[in-house]
C-alpha cells in the first residue's frame, strides 16, 4: 500500500530555499530533504591553460580572465600546484563583471609538466589542466677551471672569465657554496639543530641558576632586611627569570631566521669572486674577477657553484692556485777556500739577494760538525 503526496512550491524571492520534511507514522520517523536552487553563478574560465615551452628557473606569466556569466555575485577561490604561481588566489565577483589573472610557471627541473589547478566557487570545484615544459637554454661559462699565477703570501692576483647568455631571456644568477638546493638545505638544518641545542643549554643554565638563587635564599644568603618577605622576594627571582628567557627566545629566533633566509653564497678565505649576485641581459655576456690571495706557500683549490637562469643544474667553476713563500739566492753556490794555514784567518764575501715580491728575513743555521764551528 503506498500514498503519494503533492509538494507545491511558490517561491517569492529567485534565491535558494531549504526544508526538512518530517514523516511520522506508528513505527518510524524519517526526514524528506527538499531543496529549490534560485539563482546560480557561473564562471566563465579557460579550459585549459598552456604554458608552451619555456627556460627552466625562468618566471613565464600568463594573464587570463575570469568573468561572471551567471545570475549572482559569488566568491571564487582558486588552488594552484606546485610550480605554478598566482597574485590573486581569491576575490568576489560581481554578475557580468571581469577580473584579470596573472599566473606564473617557475619550473626548477628541465620535462614536461602536467598539473591541475582547483577553482571553487559557489559550492562548486571546476578542475583546470595546466601544462607546460622546460628546457636547458644557451647559457654557459668561458671557462670551467681557473688556475691563478703562482703569487707571494700577503699579495693578490686577479683572474677574469665570462658569463655568456645566449638565450633570448634575462638570467640572474648567483654564485653559491653548494653544488645543490638540497646540499644548502641540509646545511642549514644542521645549524638549526646546533643552535637548538645551544638555546636549550642556555635555558638550561637559567633553570638552574634560578635553582641555586632558591637555595641561596633558603640558606639566608640574601638581605635578611625584614623589608622583603619570601614571596616578594620569589616573585622578583621569577620575573629575572621571564624576562633571561624572553630575550633568549629573542636571540635565537633571530639567529635561526637568519640562517634560513641564507643564499648560501659562496665565501672563501683564499678566493673571491666579483660580483656575486645580478642579471644578465639577453645575447649578452658580463665579466667576473677571480681573487686569488694566499695565506701560505701552499697549493689552493676549491670549487664555486653558479646558480643560473635557464640551466638546471649548477655551472661548477674550479679554482686553483700556488701560493709563493719568500724567495732568495746566493750570489756563489760553491766556494773553494783553498788551503789555509793553522790559526790562520781568511774573509770572504758572501751576498743574498731577495728575488721574490715580499720582505724575507733569513738566519743563519750553524753545521753541527766537526769543521762547522770553524765558519
Known sequence: ???????????????????????????????VPIRAIGCRAMLEFPDSLDF???????????AVMIRNIGEKTTKWQIHTPQGFKIDKTEGILEV???EQLNFAFVPQHARKVREELVLSYDNMEAIIPVVGEAHNDNVYLSKTHIHADATSITLFSHQ???????????????WRAFATELEENEKKMRLTAQLSQ???EERM??????????DDDDDGSLDSDDSY?????????????????????RKYASIKKAVEEDKMLFQDEIFSIEPLEGKIWPNTEMTFCMTFRPQGPYHYSCTAFCNTTCAQDRLALNLTGQGKGPQASLSITELDIGDI???NQKTFNLCIENTGEIDCHWKLIPFETPFGSKF
Open 341 to 343: 794555514f793553522v790559526t
Open 198 to 200: 645551544e638555546e636549550n
Open 96 to 98: 557580468g563583471k571581469s
Open 160 to 174: 677574469y672569465y665570462q658569463i655568456h647568455n645566449k638565450s633570448q631571456v634575462p638570467i640572474e644568477f648567483s
Open 229 to 249: 618577605d619570601e614571596s616578594e622576594l620569589m616573585a622578583k627571582a621569577q620575573r629575572k627569570k621571564e624576562r633571561s628567557l624572553i630575550t633568549l627566545n
Open 52 to 62: 608552451g615551452l619555456v627556460p627552466v628557473k625562468f618566471e613565464t606569466e600568463k
Open 1 to 31: 500500500m503506498e500514498i503519494s503526496y503533492i509538494v507545491k512550491f511558490a517561491p517569492e524571492a529567485k534565491s535558494d530555499y531549504a526544508f526538512d520534511l518530517m514523516v511520522l507514522t506508528e513505527r518510524e520517523k524519517f526526514i
Open 205 to 214: 643554565d637559567i633553570n638552574q641558576g634560578q635553582m641555586n638563587e632558591d
